[in-house]
């Protein structure tokens, strides 16, 4: 039994400024730390979008339509979800020191963490942009959906994120195990392939995976000018706000006690 | 009257705390009963999923239970600057997180009135990386300042530890010194009517030393609570007006700062003799 004010009656809307600088000195640190910084935005997907367009359409030869973008649009998103999910994993863990001295709600460094891997996701969508301004291709009204997708991606993820931080601490070795778990998803998830090349029993199976849901609706909003089903969004809707949910039911319940451990 | 209340309780386990009337007294600051708190001391400590697969099927439990604090009751007055003095390894630092809210209690109660602020140690959260004014922001805001209210006290912070040239400078260009002279100077930007404090005043050099025990000073004179910990015993007669000497996770011996840092000595003088 604990009372003081700085525990109780303090809302978290007390800490915004907290929860943003924190974010915001996140991403400076990612930038600063690389010699071309902001560049790499645009850089590392150029990159990627190289090595894995020589190998699926000049070799494999890919009969999807818009391939480059198709590719694109989905490491973007997928890339938020590994991002987010393994710096929030780690954001614990690295910051023992200062959970250990000063107190704020802990909610605050998975938060802050997941914000700014997010505003990074959005400089990626920007990236994409520009390259779907380079390839010509103008985009159908169906992309005004993105930002829908968006915010469950972000609910999504940040459910995810609160079990990882306090999980991460209980179980050391968890960031190899999600490093697995990462790349068996990225290969499951239509990122360079179609959905219809699996069999449909097979597919059937795979819309459960809420990534794997959110990267074939991004595909049909921002390429193919397909209206997401009602079922699918409301799917997502409640399969993200009760990851959210449970996520932040078992953070609370583990943090005090991860505290005492890290 | 007060005294003998506490000493009952102090017989006891678990919660207890008196009439509501006594516990809700205005006159204190902070109040602690009966206050337990252990740890796990792992002798081969489960960090993996492997390791902890392997300990389902295992007997032995592999850790021991450590009692850091078995039973603390103390109350700190309004505008009391309250030592508490110990050997390493005796709980004052847990005791210190357990006040800020870090650590949960095991058993016992806490009750602190007013607001509050840490300054466990100088310079957590510190970012290398980031230049003297980033840093200085971000401290501001983990001990609960607003974006403006640090933003005003910049120049403040700054000047009070003579670091105005090296406001840009990223602080892993810093020196020790320098470095914590800037986290004392922004934790003491701080208005709280609690203060917790961990050794925090023996940092930078003896003039600097001499300002931060002048600010601990005008804190006092200001009626702010301040509990402190300190291996100095020096500074805890000479600025504190009541100490506590832990010992074994017990209150060895509580009243004025004195005669408790007497007790200190005595009770090391008969161990070195036995």
Redesign the interface.
């Given at each position: 039994?604990?009372?003081?004010?700085?525990?109780k009656g303090v809302p978290l809307t007390?800490y915004y400024?907290?929860i943003f600088?924190?974010a915001i000195?996140g991403l400076?640190?990612h930038y600063?730390?690389s010699f071309l910084g902001f560049i790499w935005t645009f850089l590392q997907p150029l990159l990627f979008l190289g090595v894995l367009y020589t190998v699926f359409n000049s070799l494999l030869g890919s009969r999807i339509l818009y391939f480059p973008l198709y590719l694109l649009i989905g490491l973007v998103l997928w890339n938020s979800f590994a991002r987010s999910t393994s710096s929030s994993m780690m954001s614990f863990v690295s910051?023992r020191?200062?959970?250990?001295?000063?107190?704020?709600p802990r909610e605050i460094i998975p938060i802050s963490t997941h914000i700014t891997t997010f505003i990074m996701t959005l400089f990626d969508l920007c990236a994409f942009g520009v390259f779907v301004v380079l390839f010509h291709f103008v985009p159908p009204w169906t992309i005004l959906y993105l930002p829908i997708l968006l915010i469950i991606l972000f609910t999504l993820t940040l459910g995810l994120s609160f079990i990882l931080s306090v999980a991460n601490v209980?179980?050391?070795?968890?960031e190899h195990?999600w490093g697995i778990v990462l790349q068996a998803g990225f290969f499951l998830a239509p990122i360079f392939l179609s959905m219809d090349i699996y069999p449909p029993s097979v597919r059937h199976i795979l819309v459960f995976n809420p990534m794997t849901l959110v990267i074939d609706m991004a595909h049909n909003i921002v390429l193919y000018n397909h209206v997401p089903s009602v079922g699918a969004f409301g799917y997502l809707t409640v399969v993200s706000i009760a990851i959210l949910g449970i996520g932040y039911i078992i953070f609370k319940k583990f943090e005090?006690k991860a505290?005492?451990?890290l | 009257m007060k005294e003998k209340e506490t000493e009952e309780e102090e017989e006891q386990h678990g919660?207890t705390r008196g009439t509501d009337a006594l516990w809700n007294d205005s006159r204190y600051a902070i109040r602690v009963q009966s206050l337990h708190k252990s740890?796990?001391l792992y002798h081969e400590k489960k960090?993996?999923?492997?390791e902890?697969l392997v300990g389902l099927f295992s007997k032995n439990k592999g850790y021991e239970k450590l009692n850091v604090l078995n039973g603390i009751s103390f109350d700190v007055k309004k505008g009391e600057m309250m030592g508490i003095i110990g050997k390493n390894g005796q709980g004052k630092t847990t005791l210190l997180?357990?006040?800020?809210?870090?650590?949960?209690?095991d058993g016992?109660?806490?009750?602190?009135s007013?607001?509050?602020v840490?300054f466990?140690?100088l310079g957590?959260?510190f970012?290398p990386?980031?230049s003297a004014i980033?840093n200085i922001?971000?401290y501001g805001?983990?001990?609960?300042l607003?974006?403006k209210e640090i933003k005003e006290r910049i120049p403040q912070v700054l000047s009070y530890a003579e670091l105005e040239r090296f406001a840009d400078t990223k602080l892993k260009h810093f020196s020790t010194g320098m470095f914590a002279r800037l986290a004392f100077a922004t934790a003491v930007q701080v208005d709280p009517d609690i203060l917790l404090v961990d050794e925090v005043l023996s940092v930078g050099d003896v003039s600097f030393q001499e300002k931060s025990f002048e600010t601990f000073l005008s804190f006092k004179k200001r009626g702010k609570t301040i509990v402190f910990v300190t291996h100095s015993l020096e500074l805890v007669k000479r600025l504190c007006d009541r100490a506590i000497f832990i010992q074994d996770g017990i209150i060895q011996k509580i009243g004025r700062s004195q005669e408790v840092v007497e007790e200190f000595y005595n009770f090391y003088e008969i161990r070195k003799n036995v």
């Open positions: 039994m604990y009372s003081g004010r700085f525990l007390r400024s907290l600088s924190l000195s400076k640190l600063k730390n910051r020191d200062l959970l250990l001295k000063v107190y704020f209980y179980f050391r070795d968890l195990i005090s505290i005492e451990i | 919660i740890f796990r960090s993996t999923v492997y902890h997180q357990i006040l800020c809210g870090i650590l949960k209690p016992g109660a806490v009750k602190l007013g607001s509050t840490p466990l140690s957590t959260g970012q990386d980031l980033d922001v971000m805001l983990y001990l609960g607003t974006k």
